[in-house]
């Protein structure tokens, strides 16, 4: 990161909300970035960020050797297990209690119903946020599940089915209880996920077929919807999207937030014989699939941050807000070219660290910590 403090005077400082700067008030709701204080936290690189309702928390991430752009780092990185808590209405920042293990960077997590869950490998971590307590709970077999918050319970989504069917599971904080969901009706597939809509649990994911895409077969997402109330599934039409990119839910409609199209590959109009876009819709309520609408052109978007939040989407540099209109994420003076993980805080989009590369091909982590409230509006 450009300015490299010792750990006892970064967290002196941060956690008395002072720094080596002035900083704006977070809750100006003047348009544009407002840099705030750094964690208390050595620098790292892609810790899990979560909003709880309060407060952002920047947990683990890796602390070891950073690997150099466009390389394939094969090396396993030491992970940080210490975390921190921003409140982000006056823009100070807390110690919270260290996870019981490290937390590599991109763990799989969700906030349920007081509690926050992180898998780390085959162990699944429970936070309790009002406690400040971790423990370990031990059901999960696999380190291919991903989390998701479905209301008062977590579910457990097995990533693919390339390796073996695992069941798909939920988890009721209150009660401790577990159960598998019901077996889905599409089969085995790859790049599976659940998401969870008012019209039930979404089941998406690409048909396992020998060299999947290849020739002139596209793969299609598949959808099936599970009803809470009955537990059945229904099996949706096949989609006219390739998948890929940030799935959230705004409004009435399900929305993967990806710009690319492909063709397949191959002379001319390519193997498919027509672009398809990896993005696109789902409208719950008539459960057909259908474009983005107006979207930008690829790879136009301003700063790269990517957060899904309850009425908008933040993904390849745009903001899309559930209507025909796109906002251009600004870069901030001063910030990381890649930024670090980000998060919706409300209505604040709140973007934790990042890196930078050097002329020399190495890569810096940055430890600024940015807010912003954008305004809805058209293009820009």
Not at 290 to 318: F, Q
Request: aromatic share 8%.
């Amino acid at each position: 990161m450009p300015r490299i403090l010792g750990l006892a005077l970064l967290a002196a400082l941060t956690l008395t909300g002072c720094g080596a700067e002035a900083q704006p008030d977070p809750n100006d709701r003047a348009p544009g970035w407002q840099r705030l204080t750094e964690a208390p936290l050595s620098p790292r690189s892609a810790p899990v960020v979560v909003w709880t309702g309060s407060e952002v928390l920047a947990i683990g991430g890796e602390v070891g050797d950073t690997c150099p752009p466009n390389a394939d780092c094969a090396f396993p990185n030491e992970s940080a297990a210490d975390g921190a808590a921003l409140d982000p209405d006056v823009g100070t920042w807390r110690p919270i209690a260290p996870a019981p293990v490290p937390v590599p960077g991109y763990s799989p997590s969700a906030v349920v119903d007081g509690h926050l869950f992180v898998r780390v490998g085959r162990k699944l971590l429970d936070y309790d946020l009002d406690a400040d307590r971790w423990r370990v709970l031990t059901r999960p077999s696999s380190d291919w599940y991903d989390l998701e918050a479905d209301g008062d319970r977590l579910l457990l989504v097995s990533g693919s089915d390339e390796n073996g069917v695992r069941p798909d599971l939920a988890y009721e904080p209150v009660t401790r209880a577990w159960s598998e969901l019901p077996e889905d009706p599409l089969g085995p597939l790859f790049d599976r996920g659940l998401l969870a809509t008012p019209a039930g649990v979404l089941l998406v994911g690409k048909e396992l077929v020998a060299s999947p895409g290849g020739g002139d077969r596209p793969s299609y997402v598949l959808g099936a919807l599970l009803d809470r109330s009955t537990g059945t599934w229904s099996t949706l039409p096949r989609s006219d999207q390739l998948g890929g990119g940030s799935w959230g839910v705004i409004g009435s409609r399900v929305v993967n937030l990806s710009l690319d199209s492909s063709n397949g590959g191959g002379p001319g109009a390519g193997d498919y014989g027509r672009r398809i876009p990896f993005g696109g819709t789902l409208d719950l309520g008539t459960k057909t699939w259908g474009r983005l609408p107006n979207p930008p052109k690829y790879l136009t978007g301003g700063w790269p941050v990517g957060a899904v939040g309850t009425d908008r989407i933040a993904a390849e540099g745009w903001i899309y807000d559930g209507t025909a209109s796109w906002t251009k994420v600004p870069h901030p003076r001063g910030a990381a070219v890649q930024p670090g993980p980000a998060v919706w805080a409300g209505d604040r989009l709140i973007v934790i660290g990042g890196t930078h590369q050097t002329s020399d091909n190495k890569t810096n982590r940055d430890g600024s910590v940015w807010a912003w409230r954008p305004e809805p509006g058209p293009r820009q």
